[in-house]
């Protein structure tokens, strides 16, 4: 069965330090998203991304972050100068089409990032 | 926007026994939702979703959901708990449809299953 993957499943990083997290989508999903969960908090909406640019993103998703489709595999998450409060469980999903009201979001197992 | 509110933080039942997590919707549009579920370790995987086409929604595992208008509920239900329904469950609500906006989930409920 189709699956998205996300690596790595755990980063360790020195606060101010870049990272990059990488997700590869179910092949024929159009539409890709970021999810992050911080520890014992709701999961939170990041960024949505179709058509090789972002469709729709919430106030957390501010100028630190990016995405990006580099290679028309992998979805990337970039997080410049980390701080220690973007430590969480970050989330990758893809749908086959516009999620609205019908469209099943397929999430992948999460990476971990701890920032310290 | 939408919101849920997942009414129990923790639910524990013994195995064998009927499974009840309850959630509650705000919304002044036709909502969509959803219920997923996030086993250890393992990404967030969806059981059922509800989209106006009925309201007594079928899911994987044995899982079932009601939508019910008059009482704003979503609830999730299973006849008969098994060890491996242990796991956190997220009420999910979604967009308004159009657009790639995001899904808005609650806060979780940690099902417990009593052997």
């Known amino acids: 069965e189709p699956e998205v993957t996300q690596t790595p499943s755990h980063q360790v990083t020195q606060m101010g330090q870049e990272v990059i997290l990488r997700c590869v989508p179910i092949s024929n999903h159009l539409y890709f998203y970021w999810y992050r969960q911080i520890l014992g908090q709701k999961v939170e909406f990041l960024v949505s991304f179709y058509n090789n640019e972002i469709s729709e993103k919430s106030e957390i998703f501010d100028d630190q972050f990016s995405v990006e489709r580099p290679d028309g595999s992998n979805f990337t998450l970039k997080i410049r100068s980390t701080k220690l409060e973007d430590s969480a469980m970050y989330f990758c999903?893809?749908?086959?089409?516009?999620?609205?009201?019908?469209?099943?979001?397929?999430f992948g197992e999460g990476s971990r990032l701890t920032v310290l | 926007a939408q919101s849920v509110t997942q009414l129990d933080s923790h639910v524990s039942v013994s195995e064998g026994t009927p499974v009840l997590l309850r959630c509650n919707y705000s919304?002044?549009?036709?909502?969509?939702l959803f219920w997923y579920v996030q086993h250890p370790n393992k990404g967030l995987q969806l059981l059922l979703k509800y989209t106006s086409a009925a309201t007594l929604v079928k899911g994987i595992n044995g899982f079932e959901a009601e939508f019910k208008k008059s009482e704003t509920s979503f609830h999730l239900t299973k006849p008969s708990a098994h060890m491996s329904d242990a796991a956190e469950y997220f009420c999910?609500?979604?967009?308004?449809?159009?657009?790639?906006?995001?899904?808005?989930f609650g806060k979780g409920t940690h099902l417990i299953i009593q052997p």
């Open positions: 999910v609500g979604g967009g308004s449809g159009g657009g790639a906006d995001g899904l808005t």
């Open positions: 919304s002044s549009y036709s909502p969509s």
């Open positions: 999903a893809s749908s086959e089409w516009d999620r609205g009201n019908t469209g099943e979001l397929f």
